[in-house]
């Protein structure tokens, strides 16, 4: 046993620090950016967000809607084959804009190539909870070798090592984040996991350094969390729970203790598994919960909510582009970062 005894940060212990600016207005900030694929070789230009490939967050609707503000969707894994293939058909220009998702099984491969068949989709994120499997890595090369053309983003692991065997194996993307999300229960479930801020800039160090990517996945819970991923360095940032409750997401709007709400659950929850694989296997536990989150209405103003946050940010450093928040960041440590004596932010 060793105790490493830095001190790891979240995104709650730090605030950005204003910066001298010769910006006038927050339209004068570009936040999209553009990326070469270290495999694919396909060239990427957009605003680098992406909705959660969660039941909830993952969908079709959602994908059209961010499309808009030339934002990604990770699709979730639970449409059908035709399902894929009228939405490709009949929205050709969202299809750009998505990920079709992948475990890590023979029957995610099958599913991913029959999808692929009738969708020409540019994007795969392969995902699973525990991304130090080697499972994972194995399963990286498979899919690189059979898609030489495809941006392939694979998680999720916390640390530089695994980032750069990931990226060796054929990811452009490697997805970060084990234990931050909002329904997330891992680090309740099993003591493991890693302060988002500094998963961050660790992996994107490690990534960077052979011209990888990496996307930050979970922890977001205000547009501040989204800019402060981007200053640590995340290429990428993707949010579940900020997306949650729209008309965009799935489930129906209903009444609870006299609020309008909708059911956000995680994808390893009791309730996610029950839904998909018929109860949770004896051998494992749930390691994410559900939530009534409330309703709130079309994801468009959500949408311009975090976008014009980022942009702000961008503003209080001097950034005229996204490119350029990071190098402009001083993060500072804090104790407190919000005076929350009145509603807490989407409390409603
Ligand atoms: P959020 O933006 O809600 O904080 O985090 C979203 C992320 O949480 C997802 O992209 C995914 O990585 C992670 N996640 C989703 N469902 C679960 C779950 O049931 N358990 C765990 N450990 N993580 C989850």
Not at 38 to 62: C, Q, R, Y
Not at 207 to 235: I, R
Request: charged share 25%.
């Amino acid at each position: 046993m060793r105790i490493e005894t830095e001190v790891k940060l979240d995104f709650k212990d730090v605030l950005i620090r204003p910066k001298r600016s010769t910006l006038n207005s927050r339209r004068d900030v570009d936040i999209e950016r553009e990326f070469k694929m270290k495999h694919s070789g396909l060239t990427w230009s957009g605003v680098p967000i992406i909705a959660a490939n969660m039941d909830h967050t993952g969908t079709f609707e959602m994908a059209k809607a961010l499309a808009k503000f030339n934002v990604l969707t990770a699709i979730h894994k639970f449409y059908s084959v035709q399902e894929w293939k009228d939405f490709a058909d009949k929205n050709p220009e969202v299809l750009e804009r998505v990920f079709v998702s992948s475990g890590t099984s023979d029957k995610d491969f099958e599913r991913v190539s029959e999808i692929l068949k009738v969708a020409d989709c540019p994007n795969i994120c392969i995902d699973i909870a525990n991304g130090y499997s080697q499972h994972l890595v194995d399963y990286v090369r498979r899919v690189r070798a059979a898609y030489p053309h495809k941006v392939i983003m694979a998680g999720n692991v916390v640390t530089g090592e695994m980032v750069e065997e990931l990226i060796i194996c054929g990811a452009d993307i490697v997805k970060v984040g084990i234990g931050p999300g909002s329904v997330c229960t891992t680090r309740r479930q099993t003591g493991c996991g890693y302060p988002q801020l500094s998963a961050i800039i660790e992996c994107a160090d490690a990534a960077h350094g052979l011209k990888g990517l990496v996307c930050g996945d979970g922890g977001c819970t205000v547009p501040g969390d989204v800019a402060k991923a981007f200053a640590a360095g995340s290429d990428f940032v993707m949010l579940g729970g900020m997306l949650s409750g729209h008309d965009e997401s799935s489930g129906d709007v209903f009444e609870h203790e006299g609020r309008q709400v909708k059911r956000y659950y995680g994808m390893s929850s009791e309730e996610a598994m029950k839904k998909h694989m018929g109860g949770v296997a004896s051998y494992r536990s749930s390691e994410g919960k559900s939530v009534n989150v409330p309703y709130k209405g079309a994801v468009e103003g959500t949408m311009q909510d975090i976008l014009g946050g980022v942009r702000s940010t961008c503003t209080y450093v001097g950034a005229e582009r996204l490119k350029e928040l990071t190098k402009r960041t001083t993060f500072i440590r804090v104790t407190q970062q919000i005076n929350d004596i009145f509603t807490p932010y989407n409390a409603g």
